[in-house]
């Protein structure tokens, strides 16, 4: 069975910087675009980050760019993403997502999902 498994979330104060994980298991991430979703109590989930399969290329949401870096190493199944300079609104439970098309923005596209960190951070 096909996993993927965030780590890293917590509580933390505005300005600080948290790291996230995600590991799969039961299979590589070969051939798999890989994001970062986040939902807020009360608000859709929305897309944060991606990273491409072929070209490890990098896509980010407006609110996140420059702040928040998303990577990968394929030979340890793991996604991060890096957050810096966190924000009271950046305050949500985050995902890990999997897709194999290109659509990377679009939750629609992913047919894997891991089961959330919980992100706080307090003003």
């Known amino acids: 069975q096909v996993q993927l498994v965030e780590s890293g979330g917590g509580l933390v104060q505005a300005g600080d910087s948290l790291r996230l994980s995600c590991t799969a298991s039961?299979?590589?991430?070969?051939?798999?675009?890989m994001a970062w979703f986040r939902q807020a109590p009360g608000k859709e989930r929305e897309f944060v980050s991606a990273?491409?399969?072929?070209?490890?290329?990098?896509y980010y949401a407006e609110s996140v760019q420059g702040r928040f870096t998303i990577s990968r190493d394929n030979a340890k199944n793991t996604v991060t993403l890096q957050m810096n300079s966190l924000k009271p609104e950046d305050t949500a439970v985050y995902y890990c997502?999997?897709?194999?098309?290109?659509?990377?923005?679009?939750?629609?596209?992913?047919?894997?999902w891991g089961q959330g960190t919980q992100v706080t951070v307090s003003s």
């Open positions: 990273i491409t399969w072929k070209t490890s290329s990098t």
């Open positions: 039961g299979r590589t991430l070969t051939n798999l675009n």
């Open positions: 997502a999997a897709t194999s098309t290109p659509y990377y923005r679009n939750d629609n596209y992913y047919a894997l």
